[in-house]
C-alpha cells in the first residue's frame, strides 16, 4: 500500500505546508495511507470512539484553547488517552502554543508533533490536495499518446503501436483501452510513459 512518511510533509515545499516538528522527532519515520484528516474537536470531548489514529489529527484555535480551559490533570488525561491510539501525527496550526504536557506525552511516545503558522482552513485545503496526489493509485503503461480531436489518446497493444500512422478509421476497432487526459483549474496533466514523464 502507497504510504508518505511524516519527514516528507515536512521536507515539502511545493504545496506551502510550512509544517516543522516540536516534539516526537523519533517518529517521522511514521507513514500516512489516508489521505483524509481529522479535527479532534469532538474526540477531545471525551468521545474517543470517534478516534481515527491512522489519520493526520490537527488542533486549530478552538481545540487548543478548550485544553487549556480544562484543568491541568483533565486536560493531560485526554492527551495521554489520545496517545495511547497509536496516531500517526498531530498538527497545531496558527503557530499556536501545544500545552507542555502535550509537547511531553508526545515526546515520550514518539508521535510527531508538529506545528504550522498557517490558519487552520488553508491548511487543510492543502494538506488534503497534498495527500490525495501523493496517495492516489498510480500505474506505469507503454503505448503510443496520440492527440485525437484534442484529447489524449494512449493506445496500448503492441501490434497496433506499429499501425499509429495509419488513418484513425482503421483503427478505431482494434483499440482496446483509452486514456482521456484533462487539464482543469489550469494544472498539468503529468503521465509517467515509459519512464520519462510527459507534460501534457
Known amino acids: 500500500m502507497k504510504g508518505i512518511t511524516v519527514q516528507e510533509l515536512i521536507k515539502d515545499k511545493t504545496h506551502r505546508l510550512e509544517l516543522y516538528p516540536i516534539a ?11 489521505p483524509r484528516i481529522q479535527k479532534l474537536g469532538l474526540v477531545i470531548t471525551g468521545h474517543m470512539v470517534y478516534l481515527h489514529p491512522n489519520r493526520m489529527q490537527i488542533l486549530g484555535n478552538t481545540e487548543i484553547s478548550y485544553l487549556r480551559l480544562l484543568g491541568e490533570t ?59 496526489e501523493k496517495l492516489a493509485p498510480s500505474t506505469t503503461v507503454h503505448g503510443v499518446l496520440m492527440d485525437i480531436l484534442g484529447i489524449g489518446t494512449l493506445i496500448r497493444k503492441g501490434r497496433y503501436r506499429q499501425r499509429a500512422k495509419m488513418p484513425l478509421s482503421s483503427l478505431c476497432g482494434d483499440i482496446d483501452w483509452l486514456w482521456m487526459m484533462s487539464c482543469m483549474q489550469k494544472r498539468w496533466a503529468q503521465l509517467i510513459f515509459a519512464g520519462s514523464p510527459l507534460i501534457w
Do not use: M
Not at 25 to 33: A, M, N, T, V
Not at 77 to 105: G, M, Y
Open 24 to 34: 516526537g522527532p523519533k517518529g517521522l519515520s511514521r507513514k500516512i495511507y489516508n
Open 74 to 132: 483533565e486536560s493531560s488525561a485526554i492527551i495521554q488517552e489520545l496517545c495511547k491510539n497509536d496516531v500517526v501525527c498531530f498538527v497545531v496550526t496558527r503557530n499556536l502554543e501545544a500545552p507542555d504536557h502535550f509537547l511531553a506525552e508526545t515526546e515520550d511516545k514518539d508521535i510527531p508533533l508538529l506545528r504550522t503558522k498557517l490558519i487552520t482552513s488553508v491548511f487543510i485545503e492543502r494538506i488534503t490536495r497534498y495527500l490525495e
